[in-house]
């Protein structure tokens, strides 16, 4: 990285304050990336948890829709007028 001086592996074994300064520059950066990264992970894991949630509940709405039809109303009977809107729904996705 441009304007970022390197930290000698030499200079590490003088323990001089200008290579204990860097160390702690470094050590700084190394905070706040870590932060970072784990904000980002929290922030990723809940956009999956709340996929596998809306995955679920698509699966779940799909399957009663379906169940729809086989359901028996005690006012509906055979008459058309109270026909399941499912129906309707099906003929449509036929065409």
Known sequence: MPGIEKLP???????????????????????????????????????????NELSAATHLTSRLLKEYDKQRFPLGGDDEVIAPPCSSLQKSSMS
Do not use: K
């Not at 190394?30 to 956009?47: E, G, V």
């Open 9 to 51: 592996i030499e200079e590490t074994l003088e323990d001089s304050p200008q290579t204990r300064s860097l160390l702690g520059v470094f050590e700084e950066d190394t905070a706040a990336m870590s932060n970072y990264c784990s904000q980002l992970y929290q922030a990723m894991q809940r956009i999956y948890d709340a996929q």
